[in-house]
């Protein structure tokens, strides 16, 4: 995880408690807001609203209680004294916004609005999911050992979860942009407007592919075997499961990819919702 210098226009270490709301005002607010979340600890829920601030509560994890551990008893004739609040690192500069925990190592649950038009950079390790809800900018959100669901969404979105499933419900995309969505151990699955035009690119290992959409495949786009000898006469064979497609003629590429699990490319308002 990259850290954040703190030589911005304004720094706002913060100890909060879990009631208190940091309202962070934006440089310009009739430009949209660039929102990076790093956390080492803890899950990431954004929203969007019609406002012109950047607005952050934070709840922090008790450890005992995250482990499923009782915490240990005090010695005989010292009471333990609780520490609160949450230590938190956000900073302002030319409308982007920076948040991260100042204690890494302690678990803290982030619930943030941000602007319609945001564009979010948001990242967490362990545990909790990255949740974003009404968001219209571009989003890149990347999880290691947890969910990513992304709802209610009009813009573009490379989204990552490393050991959980992805959710992305579009309602518009934004376009003549490029889309990811990838995964090592869980199931994509991804809601687009019955319109969108895309060029797909899918591959999983260890699952299968689900449309409602009428996917045209292309010329050598379903699984191929390649087998022949190299240069050192080492005979190989290889079967490549990458199937390439198009949807309403084509467009920007939208990359599906994970190991273990299915993927899910559906049309909005014609499935049931994404499971």
Do not use: C
Not at 92 to 112: C, F, H, K, T, Y
């Amino acid at each position: 995880m990259k850290r954040f210098g703190l030589a911005v226009a304004m720094a706002l270490p913060a100890l909060m408690t879990a009631q208190e709301r940091i309202a962070v005002p934006l440089t310009d607010p009739a430009r949209p807001a660039t929102v990076r979340v790093e956390l080492v600890n803890g899950s990431v829920s954004v929203k969007a609203y019609n406002g012109k601030e950047v607005i952050v509560e934070a709840k922090t994890q008790d450890e005992e209680t995250r482990r499923g551990k009782q915490r240990e008893s005090a010695p005989e004739g010292l009471k333990r004294i609780p520490i609160g609040g949450n230590s938190l690192e956000i900073s302002e500069e030319n409308n982007e916004v920076r948040i991260e925990s100042g204690a890494p190592m302690r678990s803290v649950d982030l619930e943030v609005q941000v602007p319609m038009r945001s564009t979010l950079k948001l990242e967490v390790v362990n545990g909790g999911d990255i949740k974003v809800e009404g968001v219209t900018g571009d989003i890149e959100a990347e999880n290691v050992n947890g969910n990513v669901i992304l709802t209610n969404i009009s813009g573009s979105a490379v989204a990552h979860a490393l050991n959980g499933r992805l959710v992305a419900v579009f309602t518009q995309v934004a376009p003549q942009k490029a889309m990811s969505f990838s995964s090592l151990n869980g199931n994509i699955d991804v809601t687009l407007p019955p319109s969108v035009k895309a060029n797909v690119k899918v591959k999983t290992d260890n699952g299968d592919l689900y449309s409602d959409f009428d996917i045209a495949l292309k010329a050598g786009g379903q699984p191929a075997t390649e087998a022949g000898r190299d240069g050192k006469g080492k005979y190989k064979v290889k079967i490549d499961r990458t199937v390439y497609g198009a949807i309403n003629g084509g467009g920007p590429e939208f990359q599906f990819s994970n190991f273990n699990g299915n993927i899910y490319i559906r049309k909005a308002g014609s499935v049931a919702n994404p499971r």
